[in-house]
């Protein structure tokens, strides 16, 4: 049973401050992603890996920075934190390349910026 | 400009009855369609999926029917229960480029007992 798990559930930040999301998969899949979920919007793509050490960017990638320097672990980063970045938070993981492979995400982090 | 569409915001049926969800896209490189499933403070998870040469796939109470000259897909959930009521999404993807899925906006399903 693949597990994708964030580190907090809920997570409130100053205005300015810099946001590490932390995200762990433990079925050593090879993409991780990041997305945020608003409301009318759906999910959106923020950066996604397919390898140790490597970044793609998505659609919404202004304000963001990721890092991944393990297989298991993709940390999304906001720099200088702002209130247009308040949302949901998604992690997800899938397998391999393959267009038709399952995305597993985690339970999400709902992130308040004031 | 998105690329996925769910119209219906929310939809409300009543328990043991059919719930339709309906979903447009206008890419037509779009080959692959998803339906995942969110529960309040819980992340998606993979409900079913259809690839663009078939035109119905069903798994239990779940089908999803495809009208790729439409570019439009419906999930039908038959009958419906109460545990079903959640925010359902609609994903697609152009299975050459990868697992890059884009999702629509979600409808929020309410099953009444």
């Given at each position: 049973d693949v597990k994708v798990t964030q580190s907090s559930r809920y997570l409130v930040k100053r205005t300015g401050e810099k946001v590490f999301l932390e995200c762990v998969q433990d079925?050593?899949?090879?993409n991780m992603f990041w997305y945020r979920q608003d409301p009318g919007l759906g999910l959106r793509l923020i950066y996604f890996s397919y390898d140790v050490k490597m970044k793609e960017k998505g659609d919404i990638p202004e304000g963001y920075s990721v890092s991944r320097e393990k297989k298991e672990r993709f940390s999304l980063i906001l720099e200088s934190a702002s209130t247009n970045q308040t949302s949901m938070y998604l992690c997800a993981s899938s397998l391999?390349?393959?267009?038709?492979d399952t995305q597993y995400f985690g339970p999400g982090t709902r992130l308040t910026v004031l | 400009d998105q690329q996925v569409k769910q119209n219906s915001p929310s939809l409300s049926v009543q328990e043991g009855r059919i719930s339709i969800l309906n979903c447009d896209y206008t890419?037509?490189?779009?080959?692959y369609f998803l339906w995942y499933k969110k529960y309040p403070a819980e992340g998606p998870t993979f409900l079913i999926s259809i690839s663009s040469i078939k035109d119905k796939n069903e798994d239990g109470r779940f089908t999803v029917f495809l009208n790729k000259s439409a570019k439009h897909l419906s999930l039908h959930i038959v009958?419906?229960?109460?545990?079903?009521s959640a925010v359902y999404f609609c994903a697609a993807s152009?299975?050459?480029?990868?697992?890059?899925f884009v999702f629509g906006p979600g409808t929020r399903l309410s099953v009444l007992p």
């Open positions: 079925m050593d899949h090879e391999s390349k393959r267009g038709t | 890419n037509s490189m779009f080959d009958p419906s229960q109460p545990g079903d152009a299975r050459n480029y990868g697992q890059n």
